[in-house]
């Protein structure tokens, strides 16, 4: 059962990210928005650096979180169409193989504008990058949370017509808890505020882990109703 499970989850990620890498979106779409964003977030502190730097890692996992959202929206949007979600549901595929693939798909495509992003706060707001341990477990985990969050509530408005506005208005009161985490983390690694940055980012793992429990508990039955 074990290894079935791996290799269809394997099967489901390949597919996506074929897609992707075909469509080429997150890198000729997201990524720019991204950019924007944080550009957007420089001009509107008329490109004061002290401020830019004291609020680097609130301001970084916003635009992660938008980027995200628009993964999430694009990876859904396709199975809605010529019947890609009827096709997935009668694959014979588990569907908690069915969620950990794209789940994968979609924290990998996060991991991408991560790293962009990381360079791009360096770049405009001049951030110094230190407590790389700290750094590197909050970029993994996060993404982890978001992905699996992100793909139930994405299963969970496949099937309706508004699902374009109504994922993102419950997806993001549902990661609130993750981004405040994630920023805190950071904030602390940074030295942009005196908090315990691992007593935050056990709270991230935590909120990481039960959303990705959520999913695998509650993907079955709303894969069959969508």
Excluded: C
């Excluded at 694959?91 to 996060?110: D, V, Y």
């Excluded at 991408?112 to 707001?125: A, D, P, T």
Aim: charged share 10%; proline share 3%; net charge neutral.
């Amino acid at each position: 059962m074990g290894s079935s499970l791996l290799s269809e989850s394997l099967l489901v990620f390949r597919k996506d990210l074929q897609i992707e890498r075909r469509s080429r979106v997150a890198m000729a779409q997201v990524a720019p928005f991204a950019f924007l964003v944080l550009i957007i977030f420089a001009f509107s502190l008329d490109g004061d650096l002290a401020t830019l730097k004291r609020l680097t890692s609130g301001l970084y996992w916003i635009a992660v979180l938008f980027s995200a959202l628009l993964i999430i929206q694009r990876a859904f949007t396709l199975e809605s169409q010529d019947g890609v979600r009827d096709a997935l549901r009668l694959s014979g595929l588990h569907p908690n193989a069915i969620f950990l693939g794209k789940t994968a798909a979609i924290f990998l495509q996060i991991v991408v504008i991560e790293i962009l992003l990381g360079l791009g706060v360096v770049v405009f707001y001049s951030a110094e990058l230190t407590g790389w341990g700290l750094l590197l477990a909050t970029a993994a985990v996060a993404p982890v949370g978001i992905a699996a969050a992100g793909t139930l509530y994405g299963v969970l408005t496949a099937g309706l017509r508004v699902k374009e506005t109504l994922l993102p208005i419950l997806l993001l009161p549902a990661l609130a808890p993750l981004l405040i985490a994630a920023t805190r983390t950071s904030g602390s690694a940074l030295g942009e505020v005196a908090v315990n940055g691992w007593s935050w980012f056990n709270f991230l793992a935590i909120f990481a882990l039960l959303y990705v429990g959520l999913g695998l508990i509650a993907f079955t039955p709303l894969l069959e109703e969508s």
